[in-house]
Structure formats: structure tokens, C-alpha cells
């Protein structure tokens, strides 16, 4: 059982930056490939961004590429979300998630999840 928490700076500028974390319980912490969504209101959760559980390959969603970057620190059991030139569509809750490949939860979505976080609201004034 994996269990994960969001946190960090929920408000940002247009044009600024934002940092999240997501803390993660459970020693099979460095055995997941770690990612996150985001949900807008009104709209399906889509895949942002995605590491491998060694911390060697990523990928990206078509919407943040070049603006966003994930990272993991295995020892902390922590996984972190860096998103530049934040744009007023970049508003939503973001959510952490755990699964089983990094490349299946880029290219099959929410189905290849296996554990999930509560979400963060993030918002961004223009």
C-alpha cells in the first residue's frame, strides 16, 4: 500500500512559477513509477508528467512540455512537480499518482494508476 500527499504552492502568477511536492508513505516507495494529473473543473483528469521509478526517464504531456519538470528523491520518498511559465490554463487540482510504468501512465492514462493522492487546487492569476 502506497499512500500519497500533495503540498506546496497552490497560487501562481501567469507567467511565474510553482512548486509542488508529494510525499509518499510505504517502503515500495522506489519500486513505482511516479506521475501527476491535473483536473480542471468540467473536465477529465489528464496526464501531466511522469518518472520512471529510477529517476532516468520522463514524460511529458503535450500540454506542459518544455514548461514543467518532474524529479524524484527515492530517499526522501518524494517526488516533486516544477511547472514555469504558469498559464491561466494550468489551473486545476493536481494530483499525485504511483503506478506500475512511467510510459503506460503517459500513454494510457488514469487506467495504468495504481494509487492516487487527494489532489492540490492550483490556481494562477493573470
Known amino acids: 500500500q502506497v499512500q500519497l500527499a500533495e503540498s506546496g504552492t497552490g497560487l501562481g502568477q501567469a507567467g511565474g512559477s510553482l512548486r509542488l511536492s508529494c510525499a509518499t508513505s510505504?517502503?515500495?516507495?522506489?519500486?513505482?513509477?511516479m506521475g501527476w494529473f491535473r483536473q480542471a473543473p468540467g473536465k477529465e483528469r489528464e496526464f501531466v508528467v511522469a518518472?520512471?521509478?529510477?529517476?532516468?526517464?520522463?514524460y511529458y504531456g503535450d500540454s506542459v512540455k518544455g514548461r514543467v519538470t518532474i524529479s524524484r528523491d527515492n530517499a526522501k520518498n518524494t517526488v516533486y512537480l516544477q511547472m514555469n511559465n504558469l498559464k491561466p490554463e494550468d489551473a486545476a487540482i493536481y494530483y499525485c499518482?504511483?503506478?506500475?510504468?512511467?510510459?503506460?501512465?503517459?500513454?494510457?492514462?488514469?487506467?495504468?494508476?495504481?494509487?492516487w493522492g487527494k489532489g492540490t487546487l492550483v490556481t494562477v492569476s493573470s
Open positions: 499518482a504511483a503506478g506500475a510504468a512511467a510510459q503506460l501512465m503517459s500513454e494510457k492514462g488514469v487506467t495504468y494508476v495504481d494509487y
Open positions: 518518472i520512471s521509478w529510477d529517476g532516468i526517464t520522463t
Open positions: 510505504g517502503r515500495a516507495f522506489r519500486t513505482y513509477a
